[in-house]
């Protein structure tokens, strides 16, 4: 059993051909979004995804970034590794002095109290072996 690959002429066929129309109609996001306000087009993103900001999540994480009183924990932090245009745009904010790990406990944080319910659907089931096991 062969599999026949396509000429690399085949497959690059198209890329930056002078003939072919280039226009691309560009909508902006409030014409975009008429039913529904708390959804935007994100242009930054790499899929060009929507993304639902919701209307309590930008307030739940500045609640949770103006909290000073609150002590955290940082010796149970794990590590958790984010991509470097994230790491340099949160660095280039202050927010009540918070550091980037700080930011990103909130910001994740907010997500999850905001959209936890829509998350349930999301939750892994277990399939570890140590659940067939009563504890003796």
């Given at each position: 059993m062969?599999?026949?690959?396509?000429?690399?002429?085949?497959?690059?066929e198209g890329i930056n051909d002078p003939d072919v129309?280039?226009?691309v109609s560009?909508?902006?996001?409030?014409?975009?979004?008429?039913?529904?306000?708390?959804?935007?087009?994100?242009?930054?993103?790499?899929?060009?995804?929507s993304v639902d900001t919701g209307p309590d999540c930008w307030k739940v994480f500045i609640a949770l970034s103006e909290e000073t009183?609150?002590?955290?924990?940082?010796?149970?932090?794990?590590?958790?590794?984010?991509?470097?245009?994230l790491a340099d745009t949160l660095d280039?904010?202050?927010i009540?002095?918070?550091?980037?790990s700080d930011l990103v406990n909130n910001i994740v944080r907010a997500f999850l109290s905001s959209y936890l319910e829509r998350m349930v659907k999301f939750k892994k089931e277990r399939k570890s072996l140590f659940q067939n096991v009563d504890k003796a």
């Open positions: 062969t599999h026949k690959l396509p000429d690399i002429d085949d497959l690059l129309d280039s226009e560009i909508i902006p996001d409030k014409e975009h979004n008429k039913t529904d306000p708390d959804v935007v087009v994100d242009k930054n993103s790499r899929n060009g995804a009183g609150k002590e955290n924990d940082k010796d149970m932090r794990l590590v958790c590794k984010l991509d470097r245009e280039e904010c202050d009540n002095g918070l550091c980037r």
